[in-house]
């Protein structure tokens, strides 16, 4: 994560995070937030950032160490130590301070099903931004087996092949009138976002000139800002609506897909030093812990003074979940995954 192309990615998770912040906290900007669904498509580019990195941690070790068994043990023992101590530490605290707001979906979280909870009950529970990362669990188990044990000369046509399966359910779906908390966060609904971002991996490993050059091409890039454009906007649209409810994650996952990529090569000038403004990355990398914890910040100060107005309040508590997410770090992340050097 030292090189610029990581450090620009961060700050995406930061900016992504912010506008998480925006939904979940009470904020002015929220309406223009929920008409261009703000929330939703940062969670998108964090899917699709998610698929770019595991995938070419995978591809590296299938070369690196030539034997499937090998690369699966240490690939699963490095998330392991990334994701479950700080996760667990959430629901036990959760648990001992506000045990009603996890008791009726308490399995489900302490078994990252929180997704399949809120498509069951049509709700989200008192924890139920949970659900993205119940669904990035349920991608592990799967994912790597068929990066790792499919042909190179293979892989890109499975990759794609998972992107249109994901479209295809989502069609399915749509005409057979199911709800659309399948759409939204079914592992399969999110399959295409977490895909794209593995196929860029593949391109970026194997073909890094092509992509390049398919990344910094004027026309290529205005085709795929239009497309997305075009999809957001069939929302409102009378007769187009179905569009953006199968296709949205599609049409916006090729453009984070472009954006990745050109973070990933490093974009330069003014957005690259937006883009490596060390306060935006600091949070971006420790954006986890914040992101677990968010949800109770707001609570943490019922019956007590703080700012009345919403522009000054969504300030204070961002403070105090970059402080919980700092503490979180520091004394908990950090410590566990420098044992990460022992899988490397």
């Known amino acids: 994560m030292e090189d610029r192309k990581y450090r620009q990615l961060d700050t995406f998770r930061c900016l992504g995070f912010i506008c998480v912040l925006s939904l979940h906290w009470e904020w002015s900007g929220r309406a223009f937030a929920d008409t261009i669904s703000i929330g939703a498509r940062a969670l998108d580019l964090f899917f699709v950032i998610s698929g770019f990195l595991i995938t070419l941690i ?88 068929m990066i790792l044990m499919t042909n190179r000369k ?55 000139d092509k992509l390049r050059s398919w990344l910094f091409n004027p026309y290529i890039t205005t085709a ?46 003014i957005t690259g030093r937006f883009l490596e403004f060390k306060p935006f990355v600091y949070i971006g990398k420790i954006s986890y812990s914040m992101y677990l914890f968010h949800i109770l910040v707001p609570g943490m100060f019922m019956g007590m003074k703080y700012p009345e107005n919403i522009d000054l309040r969504f300030i204070f508590f961002f403070g105090v979940i970059v402080a919980i997410g700092s503490l979180s770090w520091y004394l908990v992340e950090s410590p566990i995954l420098r044992l990460k050097q022992r899988w490397e």
């Open 154 to 208: 293979y892989l890109p046509y499975a990759i794609i092949g998972c992107i249109f399966l994901s479209l295809g359910i989502k069609v399915y779906w749509y005409v057979n009138d199911y709800t659309y908390w399948y759409n939204m966060i079914h592992p399969l609904g999110v399959l295409d976002s977490l895909a794209i971002g593995g196929l860029l991996s593949y391109l970026y490993y194997y073909h890094q």
């Open 224 to 269: 795929i800002v239009i497309q997305a454009l075009f999809c957001l906007s069939c929302k409102y649209i009378h007769g187009l609506e179905f569009i953006f409810h199968i296709g949205v994650r599609t049409f916006w996952g090729i453009f984070c897909f472009w954006l990745t990529g050109r973070a990933v090569f490093g974009f330069t000038g």
């Open 58 to 145: 995978l591809i590296k070790s299938k070369h690196k160490e030539n034997n499937t068994g090998t690369s699966l043990y240490k690939f699963y023992a490095r998330r392991f130590l990334r994701i479950f101590p700080i996760y667990y530490l959430f629901i036990l605290i959760v648990w001992l301070f506000n045990r009603g707001k996890i008791a009726d979906s308490i399995l489900w979280n302490l078994t990252y099903l929180s997704n399949f909870y809120s498509i069951k009950h049509q709700t989200f529970g008192g924890v139920g931004h949970l659900w993205s990362l119940a669904v990035e669990e349920q991608f592990y188990f799967v994912w790597p087996f």
